[in-house]
């Protein structure tokens, strides 16, 4: 029974460490997709601390298309190395293939969050203080204006209520139950079998 203790407190601290770091390289991808405003001291934090790994890395991975195909290359990499690692103290020995769609599903799981938290914390600061201006307000519309802008086309204000926010949440969520919920199920199921595992 404490062996079970101990491998959930090192899979606590192997995902929280790796999540942390892919968190900030998500972030940084989503920012220069978006065209955040990189004097953002928040955008600025990002930068210093993803540089260090993705300079050297874009020597042999160029961008393609405005897309930094490095950071998208060294997220899968952290989340590989993260499941595989959380894998193993949990007893399993899963194949490339299930830590490959394993790594892939959390990716697309964190990218949803993230748009996810941005619409909600959005709509919660826009109550509380609508006119008020922090670097952290100018990133959450950086990243939930371009969901936000189509679904005010498809549902516009209402008497003044701006209901896109609620459109938004329902389609992410559909999103997560309808086509990444069904890959994380197959990912568990390869896990669960040890394919190509020893």
């Not at 029974?1 to 959930?8: I, L, R, T």
């Not at 920012?31 to 928040?42: G, K, M, T």
């Not at 919660?124 to 990243?143: E, F, G, K, Q």
Request: net charge positive; proline share 7%.
């Amino acid at each position: 029974m404490g062996g079970a203790y101990f491998s959930n407190a090192g899979v606590f601290l192997v995902e929280t460490v790796f999540d942390l770091y892919i968190m900030a390289v998500m972030l940084r991808f989503l920012f220069q997709l978006l065209r955040a405003d990189f004097y953002n001291p928040i955008c600025q934090f990002v930068v210093k601390v993803t540089t260090p790994v993705l300079r050297p890395m874009r020597r042999w991975v160029p961008g393609f298309g405005g897309v930094d195909l490095a950071a998208i290359l060294l997220m899968i990499l952290l989340k590989v190395v993260e499941t595989a690692l959380s894998s193993w103290i949990q007893g399993y020995r899963p194949g490339l293939p299930a830590v490959v769609l394993l790594a892939v599903v959390g990716l697309l799981h964190l990218a949803v969050y993230v748009f996810l938290f941005a619409v909600f914390i959005r709509v919660l600061v826009s109550w509380i203080a609508p006119d008020a201006y922090s670097p952290v307000s100018a990133l959450l519309d950086t990243l939930s204006e371009p969901l936000l802008r189509p679904a005010r086309r498809l549902l516009p204000p209402i008497a003044g209520l701006d209901l896109s926010p609620i459109v938004v949440i329902i389609l992410l969520q559909l999103i997560l139950m309808l086509a990444i919920a069904p890959l994380g199920d197959l990912a568990g199921s390869l896990l669960s079998a040890g394919i190509g595992g020893g």
